[in-house]
């Protein structure tokens, strides 16, 4: 039954006051935040001492004021400068409303909530509080003057038709199949390395009869490198300069590449990271690839999503280490769950099995000790140092170390010689220790005991009520 309009309005109004608070700052004093009802919401995060932001905010000052406003938009600076004359200053300069600056926690939260990993940021939601996107910053510079306010995404198209090895193919013959959208370029040396094997992966996927397609999605400056390039997939392909390829990028929030993301037979997203989930299984064995509950940390996909429970477990037994996941499945299923129904991820897992780089940095930032790096499954050869790169085991960059060699069988896996002579050399077993990385704060918490769904449970409760003792990376 559908709720009245009044109570509907109630309750948006409500959903935004538990976002923003009960008021906010205004020109002239305090402003309910349950006015906003009705109203496209522009959450601006900034600071005057960015300098990007010092360009921006007068640019949406005057959108804002000649068109904006007027068509129902309104801003809310959530300040980042480092104190309270900074932010009265700067916020003088803005004629819309603002986050309290005493009000730092619900900032905090704010920032966590919508991934801002940098400023300016610009955050679009709707007066339910639902995200509209996340980067509202593209959406105004291109539409200044509102012309597609509020700048609702586009519902997902195929279109009509692929670019095939051997001519047009029709959107509507791979309706029915999984696809993998392959967000690449030839210029990009990961997706270089990354392209063979998701083809050899490709070809064993059809030889099995797996209901799967891969498109390719370029970002490759020219025609003749599409072409190129194109020329070593056995796959399909949005045409260079498809306007699907821009549409693709926004909708999927496409920040880096190579990135698969994978959509279901109706086209619903099943994983927006397949990358990792993919290269962990190219036999195809967890076919379609939902995401793990809990991910692998040498494949460290939305670890910055919530705060993170890893498991460094790399010196136990394949059964000690199946035994402790096993406890931490449990609440992995739980917080899962969880996720599906409110749209939001509280925490995320993850496990370290096998000592890498990222378990070495991990380990590094939260004081455990060390390991020497795992022996990688092909062989190395030296390899030229002088183009950028980084080592997989200690994680420095190619100009801070000694040597380079490199995989043989196009992984994009590199050690430098001193981990070269570490690796795959024998440790004593540890006991499986668990930290909580809260990566948008820099801070991290370490759990005592042995890894239990009790004592995980007990550990995220204790975090929960500020009663643990966090440290500094």
């Given at each position: 039954?559908r709720l009245p309009f009044n109570?509907?309005?109630?309750?948006?109004?409500?959903?935004?006051?538990?976002?923003?608070?009960?008021?906010?700052?205004?020109?002239?004093?305090?402003?309910?935040?349950?006015?906003?009802?009705?109203?496209?919401?522009?959450?601006?995060?900034?600071?005057?001492?960015?300098?990007?932001?010092?360009?921006?905010?007068?640019?949406?000052?005057?959108?804002?004021?000649?068109?904006?406003?007027?068509?129902?938009?309104?801003?809310?600076?959530?300040?980042?400068?480092?104190?309270?004359?900074?932010?009265?200053?700067?916020?003088?300069?803005m004629p819309w409303l603002a986050?309290?600056?005493?009000?730092?926690?619900?900032?905090?939260?704010?920032?966590?909530?919508?991934?801002?990993?940098?400023?300016?940021?610009?955050?679009?939601?709707?007066?339910?509080?639902?995200?509209?996107?996340?980067?509202?910053?593209?959406?105004?510079?291109?539409?200044?003057?509102?012309?597609?306010?509020?700048?609702?995404?586009?519902?997902?198209?195929?279109?009509?038709?692929?670019?095939?090895?051997?001519?047009?193919?029709?959107?509507?013959?791979?309706?029915?199949?999984?696809?993998?959208?392959?967000?690449?370029?030839?210029?990009?040396?990961?997706?270089?390395?990354?392209?063979?094997?998701?083809?050899?992966?490709?070809?064993?996927?059809?030889?099995?009869?797996?209901?799967?397609?891969?498109?390719?999605?370029?970002?490759?400056?020219?025609?003749?490198?599409?072409?190129?390039?194109?020329?070593?997939?056995?796959?399909?392909?949005?045409?260079?300069?498809?306007?699907?390829?821009?549409?693709?990028?926004?909708?999927?929030?496409?920040?880096?590449?190579?990135?698969?993301?994978?959509?279901?037979?109706?086209?619903?997203?099943?994983?927006?990271?397949?990358?990792?989930?993919?290269?962990?299984?190219?036999?195809?064995?967890?076919?379609?690839?939902?995401?793990?509950?809990?991910?692998?940390?040498?494949?460290?996909?939305?670890?910055?999503?919530?705060?993170?429970?890893?498991?460094?477990?790399?010196?136990?037994?394949?059964?000690?280490?199946?035994?402790?996941?096993?406890?931490?499945?449990?609440?992995?299923?739980?917080?899962?769950?969880?996720?599906?129904?409110?749209?939001?991820?509280?925490?995320?897992?993850?496990?370290?099995?096998?000592?890498?780089?990222?378990?070495?940095?991990?380990?590094?930032?939260?004081?455990?000790?060390?390991?020497?790096?795992?022996?990688?499954?092909?062989?190395?050869?030296?390899?030229?140092?002088?183009?950028?790169?980084?080592?997989?085991?200690?994680?420095?960059?190619?100009?801070?170390?000694?040597?380079?060699?490199?995989?043989?069988?196009?992984?994009?896996?590199?050690?430098?010689?001193?981990?070269?002579?570490?690796?795959?050399?024998?440790?004593?077993?540890?006991?499986?220790?668990?930290?909580?990385?809260?990566?948008?704060?820099?801070?991290?918490?370490?759990?005592?005991?042995?890894?239990?769904?009790?004592?995980?449970?007990?550990?995220?409760?204790?975090?929960?009520?500020?009663?643990?003792?966090?440290?500094?990376?």
């Amino acid at each position: 039954r559908r709720l009245p309009f009044n109570v509907l309005c109630q309750t948006m109004a409500s959903a935004l006051v538990q976002l923003l608070g009960p008021t906010l700052l205004g020109r002239d004093g305090d402003v309910d935040t349950s006015s906003l009802d009705g109203k496209t919401i522009g959450l601006y995060f900034s600071a005057h001492w960015c300098g990007p932001c010092r360009e921006f905010t007068p640019k949406l000052v005057e959108w804002y004021a000649e068109d904006l406003q007027s068509k129902g938009l309104e801003v809310v600076f959530v300040s980042s400068v480092r104190d309270e004359d900074a932010f009265k200053e700067y916020f003088a300069e803005m004629p819309w409303l603002a986050l309290p600056y005493a009000d730092r926690s619900r900032k905090e939260q704010l920032s966590k909530k919508f991934k801002v990993q940098g400023i300016p940021s610009f955050v679009l939601l709707k007066s339910s509080g639902e995200v509209i996107t996340l980067d509202g910053r593209s959406a105004v510079s291109e539409d200044p003057t509102g012309a597609n306010f509020p700048w609702l995404p586009e519902p997902f198209s195929l279109g009509d038709s692929f670019v095939g090895k051997d001519g047009d193919v029709p959107a509507a013959s791979i309706a029915g199949k999984v696809k993998l959208l392959y967000f690449s370029a030839h210029w990009c040396p990961p997706c270089r390395g990354f392209t063979p094997q998701l083809a050899k992966a490709y070809a064993t996927w059809k030889e099995k009869g797996m209901n799967v397609e891969v498109i390719f999605v370029s970002g490759d400056k020219d025609q003749s490198s599409f072409d190129e390039y194109y020329g070593e997939m056995p796959w399909i392909a949005v045409p260079f300069e498809d306007k699907r390829c821009k549409q693709w990028n926004k909708q999927f929030e496409v920040s880096g590449i190579p990135t698969v993301v994978i959509l279901d037979t109706d086209n619903s997203v099943i994983n927006k990271d397949g990358r990792g989930t993919i290269a962990g299984d190219f036999e195809g064995k967890t076919f379609p690839w939902h995401p793990p509950l809990i991910g692998d940390l040498e494949n460290p996909s939305g670890i910055q999503d919530a705060p993170a429970i890893v498991a460094l477990m790399e010196t136990q037994t394949e059964q000690e280490q199946e035994q402790a996941l096993s406890e931490l499945r449990v609440l992995a299923e739980k917080y899962r769950c969880e996720e599906k129904k409110t749209g939001e991820t509280k925490y995320v897992f993850f496990a370290a099995k096998t000592s890498g780089s990222t378990s070495g940095r991990v380990r590094q930032m939260t004081k455990q000790q060390s390991l020497p790096p795992a022996k990688h499954e092909h062989s190395l050869a030296v390899a030229d140092g002088n183009t950028g790169w980084g080592c997989d085991g200690c994680s420095k960059s190619g100009d801070e170390c000694k040597g380079r060699n490199r995989c043989t069988e196009g992984c994009d896996f590199d050690l430098c010689d001193d981990c070269l002579a570490e690796s795959g050399k024998a440790i004593p077993s540890l006991p499986v220790k668990v930290v909580l990385l809260d990566l948008a704060s820099q801070w991290f918490y370490e759990m005592s005991g042995d890894l239990t769904t009790k004592g995980v449970v007990d550990f995220l409760g204790e975090f929960e009520g500020g009663k643990l003792v966090k440290q500094e990376f």
